[in-house]
């Protein structure tokens, strides 16, 4: 029985939150790595760091808001070297499809001297009901870049289950887990499903990437927009428009569709007004 905790950096996001959550079902101890955490971990204060890691066997890593941040490649670098001094045994470290940025932060995870798994995302369903899309949507509209681009859209309970199985079981060392979705979806077929889902229109409309950015801003502010305008700019190609089994490799089991994703959040309630 694992006795040492697991780090989870950036317990309170999307993904870290349901991982911690699973490995606490598990019965497995669980350190909540965040700035208000007990043992706090803050990424712009290297302070913190030593204490988050100290005695844990390993540790769940994302970078928040993106790993195309300026700087957070480097703080990625500095954290692993920190890790391998704290004598932590494994770094399952999140990325994103398709983003260079993503692959030189895995390429400082696998120079590190720790054991490790990656695990490269395809974009988030919960976007659309825990993120920054939420919005657009409860007002009947989906305003995305890209035109008609195809994405394998991925439901992140699959990812925090990756993440788990990176986290608790054997045969997962050194490995990339590239995920997504089992479909190859445009925005204007998600908005109908969505659509379906809560139980009224949902309108895809086609911004440019100006206007995204704008959006954008507004929610988050400018450096945050400008970043994740260079990654839409980036990723929304078609350079991300196939399938990988990166789920079914992790865990042994097919990725959730889009249509349960949407059915199980409009019940979750996650677009009622008062949510």
Do not use: C
């Amino acid at each position: 029985m694992q006795t040492r905790p697991t780090l989870i950096i950036g317990a309170t996001g999307k993904t870290g939150s349901r991982v911690a959550n699973i490995l606490d079902q598990k019965g497995i101890p669980v350190r909540r790595g965040s700035r208000g955490a007990a043992i706090p971990f803050d990424w712009d204060n290297e302070e913190t760091w030593g204490p988050a890691l100290e005695g844990a066997v390993s540790a769940y890593v994302t970078y928040f808001p993106d790993i195309a941040i300026p700087g957070a490649v480097e703080k990625v670098e500095a954290l692993s070297a920190a890790a391998k001094s704290a004598g932590i045994e494994r770094l399952v470290l999140l990325t994103g499809r398709g983003e260079h940025h993503a692959r030189m932060g895995e390429e400082v995870v696998r120079a590190s001297g720790v054991d490790y798994t990656l695990v490269r995302s395809a974009w988030f369903a919960q976007n659309f009901s825990e993120g920054y899309l939420r919005d657009p949507i409860l007002g009947g509209v989906l305003p995305m870049p890209g035109g008609d681009v195809l994405e394998p859209i991925i439901d992140i309970d699959d990812i925090a289950d990756v993440a788990v199985a990176a986290l608790t079981e054997d045969g997962h060392s050194g490995e990339l887990y590239e995920v997504t979705g089992p479909r190859l979806m445009t925005f204007a077929q998600m908005a109908e499903e969505l659509g379906s889902a809560i139980g009224r229109p949902i309108q895809h409309i086609p911004i440019s990437f100006e206007d995204f950015r704008a959006g954008v801003a507004e929610a988050a502010g400018p450096d945050i927009a400008d970043v994740f305008e260079a990654i839409a700019r980036e990723t929304l190609d078609g350079r991300n428009a196939h399938l990988t089994d990166g789920v079914e490799r992790a865990t042994g089991r097919k990725p959730r569709d889009f249509l349960a994703f949407a059915a199980n959040a409009a019940k979750a309630g996650a677009w009622s007004s008062a949510a």
